[in-house]
């Protein structure tokens, strides 16, 4: 059985960094596209960034683009999501989550397992 557990969230001032982490527990990692949420209070899940089995394709929506990095640890069990030049508009909940496709996609409904995300909090 899967689980995701997200980490790394926090408070962090205007212009910061974090790391958040993905630990997938339960069963074998790699053969699964893993994707990156986020929703912030009264939003829509918004999809941030996907990274494909191997972690050889990632793509990234156009507001993070630049600022954030996605990669993983298959051997580890870990995904991660590298954050950079934090704004306040970035707080919001985090996810990471299972795709149950084989391709890059940023729709929430192609995914079938999520973690119970992990708060990020930018202050101005």
């Known amino acids: 059985q899967w689980q995701l557990v997200e980490s790394g969230g926090g408070l962090v001032e205007s212009g910061g960094s974090l790391r958040l982490t993905c630990e997938v527990s339960g069963v074998i990692l790699p053969k699964h596209y893993i994707g990156w949420f986020r929703q912030a209070p009264g939003g829509e899940r918004e999809g941030l960034s996907c990274?494909?089995?191997?972690?050889?394709?990632?793509r990234y929506a156009d507001s993070v683009k630049g600022r954030f990095t996605v990669s993983r640890d298959n051997a580890n069990n870990k995904m991660y999501l590298q954050m950079s030049s934090l704004n306040p508009e970035d707080t919001a909940v985090y996810y990471c989550?299972?795709?149950?496709?084989?391709?890059?996609?940023?729709?929430?409904?192609?995914?079938?397992?999520w973690g119970q995300g992990t708060q990020v909090t930018v202050s101005s």
């Open positions: 989550a299972r795709a149950s496709v084989m391709f890059l996609t940023s729709r929430s409904d192609l995914y079938d397992q």
């Open positions: 990274i494909s089995n191997t972690g050889g394709s990632t």
